[in-house]
């Protein structure tokens, strides 16, 4: 009898993880490593929101909360869900998860049966597929081009869809591509969705208030209200607010689907931490101001590899509008050799190759089911960028 669950098979560990990982690993041997593998901000959380925390360790908030989060901050993020998007949810239609990769568990595991279809557009975060198998889901890639923005058009949506699609995936921002859907760009893809009412729509918008350009982001529910009662709104306090430790992600959901995935979560981690979601109150109700200055910061890292990767011989970049990603093609170095010879058959050899002659940490494109490009993020300071992006350059120019 095999002591691992078949499971588990349908599955593999974190690329990106991986990748930082190894990165680590080369800096502790010595080596000049810069790493732009991790989807992580590299702001401090801002001192209210760390004070909000020590508060309530000194005031004896260190014991068990309700399964779904306390109520306090279930009302808090039903309350930032109507201030940013216009979006009505109770308290009991709230769930507080441990980070929002844990809201995207449960939601499948309480909804997939073996054989349901969730389709995913492509780029997409690594784990989308991964918990959607694991779930005994079957996960529906749909590809989204550089050529379109890396958007999903309404007519590829409409052709995934079969009498097995019981999900539909949307990130905006995306993470790899920072590809972000205004109303305009959603009003078609709703249209779709109204002509399908069996599927079921998760919308993660984890980075939704990054932003650049004065792009005004929108969600499904915001567009089209008629979905609500089939749609998953998840968000948290990683990305906006620099918490990606204290892991704490949310969702609105019809009040059907929350208590199922409270039950869920009640017999797997219970409750998140109570200190983590003092602090969460905090961020949600406290000042937002700490935010747009975070966002400036982006936005000019941003304009900086975006000009220098085009510069670089070989590769194309496209400029995005949100997140702090960019997914440039590696189309004119495939087929070539790197000045250390390693042949850049594809986009795992070409990160293999940076990391390794330039000490570049970046993931490669297959890691999020679309090969031919790769992912750094900028969410590092503007002097490690500038060189970082000389570095590709130079390996670029290398290549023969």
Wanted: aromatic share 8%; hydrophobic share 40%.
């Amino acid at each position: 009898m095999d002591l691992i669950a078949a499971r588990l098979n349908k599955v593999s560990p974190s690329q990106t993880i991986a990748i930082s990982t190894k990165a680590r690993a080369l800096k502790a041997a010595g080596q000049d490593i810069i790493s732009l593998s991790a989807g992580e901000p590299d702001f401090d959380t801002p001192q209210n929101i760390k004070d909000a925390a020590i508060r309530a360790i000194a005031e004896g908030q260190t014991k068990y909360t309700d399964v779904a989060g306390t109520l306090a901050l279930r009302k808090a993020v039903a309350e930032r869900f109507r201030i940013d998007s216009g979006l009505d949810y109770t308290a009991d239609e709230i769930i507080v998860s441990t980070g929002g990769k844990q809201v995207i568990y449960n939601a499948m595991v309480a909804t997939l049966n073996p054989g349901d279809e969730a389709i995913i557009p492509a780029p997409c975060w690594v784990s989308y597929p991964d918990i959607v198998a694991l779930a005994d889901g079957v996960p529906v890639i749909v590809p989204c081009p550089a050529e379109t923005g890396f958007k999903l058009r309404a007519e590829d949506l409409e052709a995934a869809i079969t009498p097995r699609t019981k999900w539909f995936f949307l990130n905006s921002p995306c993470n790899p591509t920072g590809a972000a859907y205004s109303a305009e760009d959603l009003r078609p893809i709703c249209d779709v969705l109204l002509r399908h009412p069996d599927v079921w729509i998760f919308t993660d918008d984890i980075y939704d208030k990054l932003v650049y350009d004065g792009f005004v982001p929108a969600t499904i529910v915001q567009v089209e209200p008629k979905l609500r009662e089939r749609t998953v709104t998840m968000n948290g306090v990683s990305k906006a607010y620099a918490m990606t430790g204290w892991r704490i992600g949310f969702s609105g959901a019809p009040a059907v689907l929350t208590k199922a995935m409270n039950k869920l979560q009640s017999q797997s981690t219970s409750g998140t931490c109570s200190i983590s979601q003092a602090a969460a109150l905090e961020a949600l109700s406290g000042p937002q101001d700490f935010i747009g200055e975070m966002v400036a910061a982006y936005q000019d890292r941003r304009d900086l590899v975006v000009g220098m990767l085009n510069q670089a011989k070989g590769l194309s970049c496209h400029r995005p509008e949100g997140a702090f990603y960019v997914f440039p093609s590696i189309e004119g170095c495939l087929g070539k050799v790197s000045a250390g010879g390693r042949t850049i058959g594809n986009d795992e050899d070409f990160v293999t190759a940076l990391l390794e002659e330039e000490g570049v940490a970046a993931v490669h494109g297959a890691a999020f089911m679309f090969a031919g490009h790769f992912r750094i993020s900028y969410a590092t300071d503007t002097e490690s960028l500038r060189e970082a992006c000389a570095r590709i350059q130079r390996f670029c120019a290398g290549l023969r």
